[in-house]
């Protein structure tokens, strides 16, 4: 099993950075693929970003594609969202996830990851 704990979120203003990371239990971190998704109040749970279990490959959601980056660091366990040029529109509780064994279509798809984090709040004001 995987358990994930979030954190670098905060209140912000529109144009400001902020680094999210998401800090991982478990030997086996480095054979999970990992995504970040957010949801803000009374909207659906959406994917923001994932990347492979190698970092060999990265995916981003059409809203935060040129904005954020998403990178991992195998040896920590860890892994990051750069959040650059934040828009009120990214305000949201954001949550990393871990799932294994699925493929790239797979990686937006929140109900096919097993294990997720408490989540930790963004917020962007304008």
């Known amino acids: 099993q995987v358990q994930l704990v979030e954190s670098g979120g905060g209140s912000v203003q529109t144009g400001d950075s902020l680094r999210l990371s998401c800090a991982a239990s478990?030997?086996?971190?480095?054979?999970?693929?990992m995504g970040w998704f957010r949801q803000a109040p009374g909207k659906e749970r959406e994917f923001v970003a994932a990347?492979?279990?190698?970092?060999?490959?990265?995916y981003y959601a059409d809203s935060v594609k040129g904005r954020f980056t998403i990178s991992r660091d195998n040896a920590k366990n860890t892994v990051f969202l750069q959040m650059n040029s934040l828009k009120p529109e990214d305000t949201a509780l954001y949550y990393c996830?871990?799932?294994?064994?699925?493929?790239?279509?797979?990686?937006?798809?929140?109900?096919?990851?097993?294990?997720w984090g408490q989540g930790t709040q963004v917020t962007v004001s304008s």
């Open positions: 996830a871990a799932t294994q064994g699925i493929g790239i279509r797979g990686l937006r798809d929140h109900q096919r990851y097993a294990y």
């Open positions: 478990g030997r086996t971190f480095s054979s999970y693929a």
């Open positions: 990347i492979t279990w190698s970092a060999g490959g990265q």
